[in-house]
């Protein structure tokens, strides 16, 4: 596997540091995953911008954190699933809702199951979901911009777990207590 960089502001390339600011504006800190990313300044760029661009959707915040533990727990994503495990606990996600997820179990609340279900299809199956997947997704009072919603989703994490299952991207403090493992059945075969 390559080796993988965490910068800092004054080892990341010159177009990474703007960004690497703003996020440390807005966060208090910078996470190891945007200090990988800032190797490459459009790539952090790309995943500054999809991230604020998911935020402005329709979903409520307990549903985007529902939409981005499904789409990592399918990607297998460690250092992700830790760090939204808590920040979809300080946006108001159920903590069963998210224990469920991060086991890879169906949540009790019927529309949210829909949504975690409907991300998780979309992501495994490479957005090739199946006419009765997304029309119990519809039927659960979604609609087309949802499924797009979902898709930009998607799109967010795959840059950050992409990236993390390069770079092996160690935690951060502020995940302490949340590590996970993906079940055996999602890990990639080598």
């Given at each position: ?6 910068h ?5 390339p ?16 910078v ?27 329709a ?11 499904a ?25 069963a ?38 029309q119990a ?12 919603d ?6 967010v994490?795959l ?27 999602i890990?990639?075969?080598?």
């Amino acid at each position: 596997m390559s080796q993988f960089t965490i910068h800092t502001a004054s080892t990341a390339p010159e177009g990474s540091r703007p960004i690497l600011d703003n996020v440390r504006n807005a966060w208090g800190f910078v996470p190891n995953l945007h200090n990988v990313l800032a190797e490459s300044p459009q790539a952090l760029e790309a995943y500054a911008a999809t991230w604020a661009l998911f935020e402005k959707t329709a979903f409520s915040p307990v549903e985007r954190n529902i939409v981005y533990l499904a789409i990592i727990f399918e990607n297998a994503c460690g250092y992700c699933m830790a760090g939204h495990s808590g920040l979809s606990r300080m946006a108001g996600v159920k903590a069963a809702h998210i224990a469920a997820i991060r086991e890879g179990t169906p949540i009790d609340d019927v529309r949210l199951e829909a949504l975690r279900r409907f991300a998780q299809q979309v992501t495994r199956q490479r957005g090739r979901v199946s006419e009765a997947d997304t029309q119990a997704f519809l039927a659960a009072g979604y609609d087309n911009r949802a499924i797009l919603d979902v898709i930009l989703a998607a799109a967010v994490k795959l840059i950050s777990n992409y990236t993390n299952h390069f770079a092996d991207t160690p935690l951060d403090a502020f995940m302490a207590g949340q590590e996970w493992t993906p079940p055996a059945a999602i890990e990639t075969v080598a």
